[in-house]
């Protein structure tokens, strides 16, 4: 990550973990009523015909 200013939910003590997993609570915090989850897996076919 070579600029943090314009991330929201990351400092410098995350830098080298994925981005998902280091702001996945902050961003729950933002609406409790709404599940937040990570996915770390591929974005392929099988995941993604989940939503459709």
């Known amino acids: ?3 943090l200013s ?5 400092t410098e003590a995350v830098l080298g973990q994925p981005t998902a997993l280091s702001c996945v609570s902050q961003l729950q915090e933002l609406n409790q009523y709404v599940p937040v989850s990570v996915h770390s897996g591929p974005l392929d ?3 993604l015909s989940k939503f459709t």
Do not use: H, I, N, R
């Open 1 to 3: 990550m070579l600029d």
């Open 45 to 47: 076919e099988e995941f």
């Open 6 to 10: 314009s991330q929201f939910f990351l």
